[in-house]
């Protein structure tokens, strides 16, 4: 069974910071099915990037996303005060369905 | 614009049962899947299940599949998710998200419905 691990549970930063989230599967998994996801408190979540590296719509260049196999992340450079929030890893497994990491919380320090 | 709208919050008893609705409006309805993600208060994310609008076939994760039922009505583009056999662990909000057909993301999502499960 694959398990998705965020990480680190809670990232404390400043506006104008970089933050690098982490996500690492248990086993290999294609970068085509793996998404990132933002939630805002009090919102539903929100497609950031698909595809492992791809932009959503509307999505500012500030957030990018790159890696491969087991290893993924998500980097924001240049923390805005919105971006501080929860931020979900995803992937589609075609025996299990989807799957989520446990989340990564983006607090101000 | 594509918008998902959930129906209200509930509060159930356990044993009880629990349908929620999901309208959608701004796109081709059966040209997208529908899922289902809940969210317990302070937990992750968790996949319930979709229902694929292109062929009408559901497709649940296998901790639900004997409780949840999916269903769709094409003529007022709304989905349906009933969950059956409540307990006090179900108590979460429940959202609704778009997919596009193997593109495996969901790229709008409903505001989410809060179901309370208490005695």
């Known amino acids: 069974e694959v398990v998705l691990t965020q990480s680190p549970g809670t990232l404390s930063l400043s506006p104008g910071d970089r933050a690098t989230l982490s996500c690492r599967a248990s086993q290999s998994v294609s970068n085509s099915r793996l998404v990132w996801y933002q939630q805002r408190p009090g919102q539903a979540p929100r497609l950031l990037i698909y595809?492992?590296?791809s932009r959503a719509t509307g999505i500012p260049d500030r957030f990018s996303g790159s890696g491969s196999g087991t290893d993924f992340t998500l980097t924001i450079t240049r923390l805005e005060p919105e971006d501080f929030a929860v931020y979900h890893c995803?992937?589609?497994?075609?025996?299990?369905?989807?799957?989520f990491g446990q989340g990564t919380k983006l607090e101000i320090k | 614009q594509v918008q998902l709208v959930q129906s209200g919050a509930e509060v159930k008893k356990p044993g009880a049962s629990v349908k929620i609705s999901c309208k959608a409006s701004g796109y081709i309805f059966n040209a997208y899947h529908m899922q289902w993600v809940r969210q317990a208060p302070g937990q992750g994310l968790e996949w319930i299940g979709a229902?694929?609008?292109?062929?009408?076939?559901?497709d649940c994760a296998q901790g639900f599949q004997d409780r949840v039922s999916m269903t769709s009505d094409t003529s007022t583009n709304t989905v349906y998710m009933e969950l059956s056999r409540l307990r006090s662990e179900d108590s979460a909000f429940y959202y609704c998200?778009?997919?596009?057909?193997?593109?495996?993301?969901?790229?709008?999502w409903g505001q989410g419905t809060l179901v309370a499960v208490s005695s």
């Open positions: 229902i694929k609008l292109t062929n009408g076939k559901v």
């Open positions: 998200a778009r997919e596009f057909p193997e593109t495996f993301n969901f790229d709008s």
């Open positions: 595809g492992a590296s």
């Open positions: 995803q992937q589609y497994d075609y025996a299990q369905g989807y799957i």
